[in-house]
């Protein structure tokens, strides 16, 4: 990658700028807070109590972070392949369909235990096939991936509604969903590990045994981006395509098998609603959880170990929004989505611009560490 | 008869359905022209819409609604050139940030002014483009065919929908004919030339996606001050991806983007009509089909199953400038 921006140290270039744009990405929400007359400060308190201030809050908060670690690690797994994977929102949402049908055919036959590696399997492999004509299209046609997992979006979302409507809805019902699942197509809760804690939680809270696989799955990641021969040709050819064609990796294999995995990973998001929380599939479940996971996996700089922070941030977002349209009625739950554009703008698009100045501010108080001026300021 | 007046109808829908389809798809070109993609159409219509919308609620004025609409469109659209152009971010990051601003300001600041759950007032009829009639259109309405297709088809139209379907001849004009055509022309396919002959990237990279601004805020008008009487929250529905897809379906040039937007707007005016119709040899087709019939076409051509769709080459690349 030529970045056209001196290096900065490993600490500032990972922890500071991602901050100093986190920052600013929130105060801009704040003006907009300001804009329609309450003080920005207050919903701040009251999003931050909402989320943690109680068992249920942080039930709810780990919950939908759930969702936005799966997407996150899809838009990440992808962003190290150079690939933008806009696509996890449709991913996610037909990988329901796998989700789905596994759960209804054996809710009544087999224990939760077993139907949930099954579910696994079927919502990966779902979300996975979905990418795969996107990343084909990219290897071989070179179509452009950003088009092509917008299209398959909409058209994930015309499947949706038509199997939920013409399909999957039971007869007589009214509402587009499948039927409920039986007690095999539902995952435990788990109230119970926060009550370990001392916290209160009632059983209603929709967090679940998928947050445990969420974590899982960021290690996993970790370990293939990091650890393994694959992960390091991913990695090559998002750093430099032509290293990686001298280097004998084939483009076409690595694009497909980064999008099967990204796909994968995205599918995964539709057990959490699913099967953790409805018991049936819904219309729109996914609600812009693949978008989330841009703003996720740019925030935690495609580390998972920053991806599962910024996803309960994400998810304290989305749970203390909820609570703050009670307290401020000219506050509905959309100033989250404002507050992940911002957060993408800022984070990703102008990821650079306070980095000058950052420089200069380095370059003031110890030359070396930016690497500029060294050579020159010592031997003259 | 009846079947010419079913027809003059569902072309009628057409166009009205593909004339926001049309001015953002020509947005988008002059910024994809010019080297700077733009998934961001979707999230410039809906604030030109909402600003469009809430302009001519508070000042009854359409005319001040189409200049608001344009103005916030082109901020966004210098937004979008500020992180592109400047800071040389990603410009797929950038399109999706503004679209998720877009889509959650409009709602927030319209519950804040106009508390009624997103939407902005309903407009009075100055406040809105209304019907023109041409010339001549009334006396004709009974002479069969051409006069039913001039006065159904041709005549009664909104201001804006003259102006989008002139915006395709003249940005023909300007891409092709004239100087500044082909240096955004070539900006978008060499800039590093383009630099060379003394002519700043940046400026011209700027006015295009000023242009884009412009035209996706028109865009943002025609829906909510003539197609409907004020904004109604994400009243944009995806039509910004439509038209992107348009623009590649168009192969990135303006008649067959005018083309491209008509045939998705026949499809959708044909989903709305066929609903629940079945159809003679086919049998019924599923709405949703027909829904995702543009998507699946664009990754069809993308495919290069229909001739092959090759953007500008320095479209999506910052342009750095050597030392």
């Given at each position: 990658m030529s970045t056209p921006y001196a290096k900065l140290p490993a600490w500032a270039d990972y922890g500071l700028i991602p901050l100093v744009n986190l920052l600013v990405a929130?105060?801009?929400?704040?003006?907009?807070?300001?804009?329609?007359?309450?003080?920005?400060?207050?919903?701040?308190?009251?999003?931050?109590?909402?989320?943690?201030?109680?068992?249920?809050?942080?039930?709810?908060?780990?919950?939908?972070?759930?969702?936005?670690?799966?997407?996150?690690?899809?838009?990440?797994?992808?962003?190290?392949?150079?690939?933008?994977?806009?696509?996890?929102?449709?991913?996610?949402?037909?990988?329901?369909?796998?989700?789905?049908?596994?759960?209804?055919?054996?809710?009544?036959?087999?224990?939760?235990?077993?139907?949930?590696?099954?579910?696994?399997?079927?919502?990966?492999?779902?979300?996975?096939?979905?990418?795969?004509?996107?990343?084909?299209?990219?290897?071989?046609?070179?179509?452009?991936?950003?088009?092509?997992?917008?299209?398959?979006?909409?058209?994930?979302?015309s499947v949706m509604v038509y199997m939920l409507v013409n399909v999957l809805k039971p007869v007589g019902s009214m509402a587009p969903q499948t039927r409920q699942f039986l007690e095999g197509g539902q995952l435990p809760k788990l109230g119970w590990l926060l009550a370990e804690f001392g916290l209160k939680v009632r059983p209603s809270a929709p967090l679940n045994i998928s947050f445990l696989l969420a974590l899982v799955m960021a290690f996993l990641v970790w370990v293939l981006i990091w650890r393994t021969k694959l992960g390091y040709e991913i990695r090559t050819m998002g750093f430099s395509p032509k290293a990686a064609r001298y280097a004998g990796i084939s483009e076409v294999r690595i694009i497909i098998v980064t999008m099967l995995i990204s796909g994968a990973l995205a599918g995964m998001m539709a057990l959490n609603p699913i099967m953790g929380d409805q018991h049936n599939v819904p219309l729109d479940f996914v609600s812009g959880a693949g978008f989330v996971g841009i703003a996720v996996a740019l925030m935690g700089r495609s580390h998972p170990a920053g991806i599962v922070p910024a996803a309960i941030l994400f998810g304290m977002l989305y749970q203390g929004g909820a609570e703050l349209a009670f307290e401020m009625p000219n506050i509905s739950r959309d100033m989250i989505v404002i507050i992940q554009g911002l957060v993408i703008l800022f984070a990703g698009a102008l990821e650079n611009m306070f980095r000058p100045t950052i420089q200069g501010i380095f370059a003031s108080f110890s030359p070396r560490s930016v690497g500029i001026s060294a050579t020159k300021g010592e031997r003259a | 008869m009846e079947f010419i007046d079913t027809l003059i109808n569902i072309l009628n829908s057409t166009i009205r359905v593909s004339v926001p389809l049309l001015l953002a798809c020509l947005a988008g070109?002059?910024?994809?022209?010019?080297?700077?993609?733009?998934?961001?159409?979707?999230?410039?219509?809906?604030?030109?819409?909402?600003?469009?919308?809430?302009?001519?609620?508070?000042?009854?004025?359409?005319?001040?609604?189409?200049?608001?609409?344009?103005?916030?469109?082109?901020?966004?659209?210098?937004?979008?050139?500020?992180?592109?152009?400047?800071?040389?971010?990603?410009?797929?990051?950038?399109?999706?940030?503004?679209?998720?601003?877009?889509?959650?300001?409009?709602?927030?600041?319209?519950?804040?002014?106009?508390?009624?759950?997103?939407?902005?007032?309903?407009?009075?009829?100055?406040?809105?483009?209304?019907?023109?009639?041409?010339?001549?259109?009334?006396?004709?309405?009974?002479?069969?065919?051409?006069?039913?297709?001039?006065?159904?088809?041709?005549?009664?139209?909104?201001?804006?929908?003259?102006?989008?379907?002139?915006?395709?001849?003249?940005?023909?004009?300007?891409?092709?004919?004239?100087?500044?055509?082909?240096?955004?022309?070539?900006?978008?396919?060499?800039?590093?030339?383009?630099?060379?002959?003394?002519?700043?990237?940046?400026?011209?990279?700027y006015r295009a996606v000023i242009c884009t601004g412009i035209l996706t805020g028109l865009a943002g008008s025609y829906m909510a001050l003539a197609q409907n009487a004020g904004f109604v929250k994400d009243m944009t529905a995806g039509r910004g991806y439509i038209a992107l897809a348009a623009l590649i379906f168009a192969k990135w040039k303006p008649v067959p983007a005018m083309f491209a937007c008509l045939l998705f707007g026949f499809l959708d005016a044909l989903s709305i009509r066929l609903q629940g119709t079945p159809l003679p040899i086919i049998g019924k087709v599923p709405v949703q089909l027909m829904q995702a019939l543009p998507y699946i076409l664009t990754v069809i051509l993308l495919a290069g199953f229909i001739g092959k769709a090759i953007p500008p080459r320095a479209g999506g690349v910052p342009y750095v400038k050597e030392r």
């Open positions: 929130f105060a801009v929400a704040g003006l907009v807070v300001l804009l329609v007359g309450e003080n920005p400060l207050r919903a701040a308190v009251i999003l931050v109590e909402g989320a943690f201030g109680s068992g249920q809050g942080i039930a709810y908060t780990l919950f939908y972070a759930t969702n936005f670690i799966f997407t996150g690690l899809a838009v990440a797994v992808a962003f190290h392949c150079g690939l933008f994977n806009i696509g996890g929102e449709g991913q996610a949402y037909i990988a329901g369909l796998g989700v789905g049908l596994v759960a209804l055919a054996f809710d009544s036959v087999l224990p939760w235990w077993l139907t949930f590696p099954l579910a696994i399997l079927a919502s990966a492999l779902v979300g996975a096939l979905w990418a795969l004509i996107p990343a084909y299209l990219q290897a071989k046609r070179g179509s452009h991936i950003v088009i092509t997992t917008i299209m398959f979006n909409f058209i994930a979302a | 070109l002059y910024s994809e022209r010019a080297g700077v993609f733009d998934i961001g159409l979707e999230g410039k219509m809906l604030a030109g819409a909402f600003a469009g919308a809430a302009a001519a609620a508070v000042f009854a004025s359409a005319w001040i609604g189409l200049l608001v609409a344009m103005l916030v469109s082109v901020g966004m659209a210098l937004i979008h050139g500020f992180a592109s152009i400047t800071h040389r971010g990603n410009q797929i990051v950038s399109g999706v940030a503004i679209n998720f601003i877009a889509a959650g300001s409009t709602i927030i600041l319209g519950q804040a002014w106009f508390q009624q759950g997103g939407r902005t007032p309903s407009l009075p009829p100055e406040g809105r483009f209304g019907a023109i009639t041409l010339p001549g259109a009334d006396a004709l309405r009974d002479v069969p065919v051409i006069g039913q297709l001039y006065s159904g088809l041709l005549s009664g139209h909104s201001l804006l929908t003259y102006v989008a379907f002139l915006a395709v001849p003249f940005t023909w004009w300007v891409l092709f004919r004239t100087r500044f055509g082909l240096r955004l022309r070539a900006v978008g396919e060499n800039p590093a030339a383009v630099d060379t002959a003394g002519i700043s990237v940046t400026w011209l990279r």
